[in-house]
C-alpha cells in the first residue's frame, strides 16, 4: 500500500507559478513511475505529466509542453510540479499517481495506475 499526498495548491493570477509537491509512504518510492492528472469541474481527469524510476523519461501533455516541469526526488519520497506561466485554462484539482510499471505504453494509461492522492486545488484568476 501507498499513500500519496499533494500540497502546494492555491489561488495565482495569470501569467504567475506555482510548485506542487507529491509525498509518498514507504522506502520503495523508486519502483514507482509517477505521474500527475488534473481534473476540471464536470470535466473527466485527464493526463499532465509523466516522470519514470529515475527521472531521466518524463512526458507532457501537448497543453502542458514547454510550461510545465515534472520532477522527483527519491531520497525524499517526493514528486513535483512545477508550473509556470498558468492561465485559467489550468484551473482544476490536480492528483498525482503511482505506477508499479505494467503498462508497456507511455505515458500509462490512467486506469493502470496503481494509487492516487486526494487531490491539490489550483484556482487561476484573470
Known amino acids: 500500500q501507498v499513500q500519496l499526498v499533494e500540497s502546494g495548491g492555491g489561488l495565482v493570477q495569470a501569467g504567475g507559478s506555482l510548485r506542487l509537491s507529491c509525498v509518498a509512504s514507504g522506502r520503495t518510492f523508486s519502483s514507482y513511475r509517477m505521474g500527475w492528472f488534473r481534473q476540471a469541474p464536470g470535466k473527466e481527469r485527464v493526463f499532465v505529466a509523466f516522470?519514470?524510476?529515475?527521472?531521466?523519461?518524463?512526458y507532457y501533455a501537448d497543453s502542458v509542453k514547454g510550461r510545465f516541469t515534472i520532477s522527483r526526488d527519491n531520497a525524499k519520497n517526493t514528486v513535483y510540479l512545477q508550473m509556470n506561466s498558468l492561465a485559467p485554462e489550468d484551473t482544476a484539482t490536480y492528483y498525482c499517481?503511482?505506477?508499479?510499471?505494467?503498462?508497456?505504453?507511455?505515458?500509462?494509461?490512467?486506469?493502470?495506475?496503481?494509487?492516487w492522492g486526494q487531490g491539490t486545488q489550483v484556482t487561476i484568476s484573470s
Open positions: 499517481a503511482a505506477d508499479r510499471g505494467r503498462s508497456r505504453l507511455i505515458p500509462p494509461p490512467l486506469t493502470t495506475y496503481d494509487y
Open positions: 516522470i519514470g524510476w529515475t527521472g531521466a523519461n518524463t
